[in-house]
């Protein structure tokens, strides 16, 4: 069975740093894709950053460049440094995970299958 587990969040100034962190349990290899999505409340779930199964990163345009997805593939543990947060980057924060993937996008929510419990990140202005 596929675990997820988020740490790190809280709360944050505008224009400050926080990272998230996904361990991920359960698979057999390290060729899983895992995303981050985050819902603000009213919201829809949306795509923030996924890594594929050849270690590429992809970010929605709205964190690009500020937001960086790495992959400890010893711990295996999914890395989401966010910086120069803004008051809309408040939500619930989310990570998930698939099997093998190459996509070249963050993928939707319905390509994953498995989820952590959320995490909540609060940017104040």
């Known amino acids: 069975q596929v675990h997820l587990l988020e740490s790190g969040g809280g709360s944050v100034q505008a224009g400050g740093s926080l990272r998230l962190s996904c361990a991920v349990s359960?698979?057999?290899?390290?060729?899983?894709?895992v995303g981050w999505f985050r819902q603000a409340p009213g919201k829809e779930r949306e795509g923030v950053a996924a890594?594929?199964?050849?270690?590429?990163?992809n970010y929605a345009d709205s964190v690009q460049g500020r937001f960086t997805l790495s992959k400890d593939v010893v711990k295996n543990t999914l890395v989401l440094q966010m910086n120069s947060l803004k008051p809309e980057d408040t939500a619930m924060y989310y990570c998930?995970?698939?099997?093998?993937?190459?996509?070249?996008?963050?993928?939707?929510?319905?390509?994953?299958?498995?989820w952590g419990q959320g995490i909540q990140v609060t940017v104040s202005s």
């Open positions: 998930a995970a698939r099997g093998y993937c190459v996509a070249t996008y963050v993928p939707p929510p319905s390509d994953y299958t498995y």
């Open positions: 359960g698979y057999t290899d390290n060729n899983f894709c």
């Open positions: 890594i594929n199964s050849h270690g590429v990163a």
